[in-house]
């Protein structure tokens, strides 16, 4: 099924944050989920690139190593999790960097993850490698700069084709969202679903 969800985010905010998640209903593939900031003007725009999946768009909020949430578990807790990443990038907007924990690609060859950490982090930001303390100029990123940066980019590509421009929302969830068609069937835009029914 789908579940569009409204989050305020901060009182007073002009916005809010929706969330278009999927839930298939046999376990397995887990829920995918978009956020979109929207106003009172009909106005949408979509959340991201920062921290959303590959091919897709769709929000990273968590890790599932953290264990912060996992299939089954209570909505509301997943939903708490979306509002928090909608904060976080609601505070990159204004302030300029990521706040909170950051993860390059988990289980990724070292060098596709090198790349994502040079692309992706910022200096003054929590390290990609997932230190909860220390800041990417101060751990990972003086190792990263060893690499030769093209050949990094090779094996990022080979890993990830198509490589930062795949993060964007499928067009059958933007057109639901600003109110040009119908809900799409989640098999049309749930990767893991997709990837299954694929012969």
């Known amino acids: 099924m789908w579940l569009v969800a409204r989050s305020s985010i901060i009182s007073g905010l002009p916005r809010e944050a929706t969330f278009l998640v999927t839930l298939p209903y046999r376990s397995g593939p887990g829920p995918r989920a978009w956020g979109f ?3 009172t003007a009909a106005n949408t725009s979509w959340i991201g ?21 996992s299939e089954g578990g209570d909505l509301r807790t997943l939903l708490d999790l979306y509002s928090v990443w909608a904060l976080r990038h609601l505070h990159l ?8 924990k950051q993860y390059a690609l988990a289980g990724a060859d070292p060098r ?14 929590l390290c990609g490698c997932g230190s909860e303390t220390r800041r990417y100029v101060e751990c990972c990123k003086p190792a990263d700069l060893r690499w030769n940066l093209i050949h990094l980019m090779g094996h990022f590509l080979r890993h990830i084709e198509g490589g930062f421009h795949t993060r964007r929302p499928p067009s059958p969830i933007v057109a639901f969202m600003e109110d040009r068609s119908h809900l799409p069937k989640i098999a049309e835009v749930h990767i893991q679903m997709a990837s299954r029914s694929s012969p």
């Open 112 to 125: 596709v993850q090198a790349y994502y950490r040079l692309v992706e982090c910022k200096d003054d930001e």
């Open 49 to 69: 690139p920062r921290h959303t999946n590959f091919r897709d768009g769709s929000i990273c909020a968590f890790s599932p190593n953290d264990a912060a949430w």
């Open 37 to 39: 900031w929207t106003t």
């Open 93 to 100: 907007e204004v302030f300029g960097r990521w706040p909170g």
